[in-house]
């Protein structure tokens, strides 16, 4: 996200505060723009899955194919995740992804 949409953002979430009162939907959305601060091409943020409620990262890598996103497995840490999204495109190229997603997922689970 550029600096420029940041700011934006951050200045529409102000308004929208200041206008009635404290908002019961303030840590939902402190969030959200917390985590699209993060965001990094072809990988995305699942904090709401995280385990139990603790923030522990859940990122997961990502690649469209006509139009349709295929995703990666789940990992605790965005090094992980961006590695899963070389792979990806890799394989996207080489005409391999479906064998590199279920090695990937396998993988991940112990498999």
């Known amino acids: 996200m550029s600096a420029e949409t940041r700011a934006q953002v951050t200045a529409a979430l102000q308004l929208a505060g200041d206008a009635g009162g404290a908002d019961p939907r303030a840590d939902v959305q402190a969030a959200l723009l917390a985590s699209m601060q993060r965001l990094i091409k072809g990988v995305t943020e699942f904090p709401a899955i995280a385990s139990r409620g603790r923030y522990e990262g859940c990122f997961a890598a990502y690649v469209h194919v006509q139009g349709r996103p295929r995703w990666g497995p789940v990992r605790r840490d965005i090094a992980a ?7 990806l495109l890799e394989s996207k190229r080489a005409d391999r992804l479906d064998a590199a997603l279920a090695a990937l997922h396998a993988a991940a689970q112990g498999l």
């Open 81 to 87: 995740a961006k590695a899963d999204r070389r792979t």
